[in-house]
């Protein structure tokens, strides 16, 4: 065990030794998922015979005193811990989740009861503030110093306010100029704990966002499309996924393939080329092109102007289009160097 886990598992047990009844005891160990998943009010009622409104009463007074022995020097290990958990939480921007806290202070991936561990000092420690778990956040922590779990979430509220009313992803930068922190990194901490917001490549935005938050094939395909900003093959797509900061990025060049063809967002416009439908290219053959080109306009157009066009649309060959300029039940010669419909 590295010096940092021994620290908090010092503070976790000192903080449990200053509970005398083995049942309380076992309440918080359970509650808090200490010795392996963490129970329902419910799962310990049943467990100890009691109702769940007692368990929850008994939670209740056992932290209060928890925090009283905190604030009194009760628990001697646990000044130590307090001074880990600070230091890496002020490298961090003040709070975090307390799953990528517990990953940064142990230096690895850290298991569910580590966690829990980190969750119940913050729970007593009158030098922390833990944000619960809810549908709108994540389990966090935060130096109290900084404000309370009302304050924190009022910011985190704030972040998805400015975001929602921009309607597109944001820049730290951008949110910057629009609050007052004294570091941007201060507003990445805020927002990474509210499940209503999801960040990718630099950008802040909704987590229903598929731009900040892609969650099936398709969506990575636009989201690499967006950024690369221009066509690509599907191979090179596939390839962009695998090497991006997607949470699931295994994906096939098979699978890539598919869903190009199946999404409208996606216009094939050469071998394997793909590009996206926004940027002006048009779907259908050579020859469809053509004559949606010649549709639209009023007048022959020449060789080399629909050339041009289609170029625009397509990444073929000159000779590619020139050949299907050929075919004399779609286009008429008016002269040497003019077409228009047949």
Avoid: C
């Avoid at 009463?57 to 932290?63: F, G, R, S, T, Y």
């Avoid at 967002?265 to 050579?286: C, E, H, N, P, Q």
């Avoid at 949606?292 to 000159?318: D, F, N």
Wanted: charged share 30%; net charge positive; proline share 2%.
């Amino acid at each position: 065990m590295d010096q940092n886990a021994a620290i908090l598992q010092n503070a976790i047990e000192g903080s449990l030794n200053i509970i005398e009844q083995d049942r309380e005891r076992e309440i918080i160990s359970r509650r808090f998922g200490l010795s392996g998943q963490k129970e329902t009010l419910e799962q310990i009622g049943d467990m100890l015979s009691i109702t769940r409104e007692r368990v929850r009463q008994l939670e209740k007074a056992i932290l209060i005193r928890l925090r009283i022995g905190s604030e009194e020097g009760t628990i001697k290990e646990l000044t130590a811990a307090e001074k880990i958990i600070i230091r890496n939480l002020t490298e961090t921007g003040r709070v975090a989740r307390i799953s990528v806290l517990a990953d940064k202070i142990y230096g690895r991936k850290t298991t569910a009861t580590e966690q829990a561990g980190l969750s119940l000092i913050g729970s007593i420690s009158s030098s922390l503030t833990l944000i619960d778990e809810n549908d709108s956040y994540y389990l966090s922590i935060g130096i109290s110093e900084y404000g309370d779990e009302h304050k924190i979430k009022a910011e985190a509220d704030e972040i998805v306010s400015i975001i929602k009313k921009n309607k597109a992803p944001m820049t730290l930068d951008e949110l910057d100029e629009k609050l007052n922190y004294e570091h941007p990194s201060h507003i990445a901490a805020i927002a990474s704990i509210s499940k209503a917001l999801s960040s990718l490549n630099g950008l802040w935005g909704l987590s229903k966002w598929p731009t900040v938050n892609p969650k099936n094939i398709r969506d990575k395909i636009f989201v690499v499309l967006e950024g690369k900003k221009e066509p690509m093959h599907f191979a090179d797509i596939a390839a962009a996924i695998s090497e991006s900061d997607f949470k699931r990025k295994n994906v096939t060049i098979q699978a890539i393939h598919n869903e190009l063809i199946k999404d409208p967002r996606f216009v094939l416009i050469g071998r394997g080329i793909y590009a996206l439908d926004s940027w002006g290219y048009r779907k259908g053959t050579v020859s469809d092109i053509i004559v949606s080109i010649l549709k639209e306009s009023a007048k022959p157009l020449t060789r080399e102007e629909i050339v041009k066009e289609v170029l625009h649309a397509r990444k073929v060959k000159e000779t590619t289009i020139l050949l299907n300029l050929q075919n004399k039940k779609l286009f008429k010669k008016i002269d040497k160097n003019s077409y228009t419909l047949a």
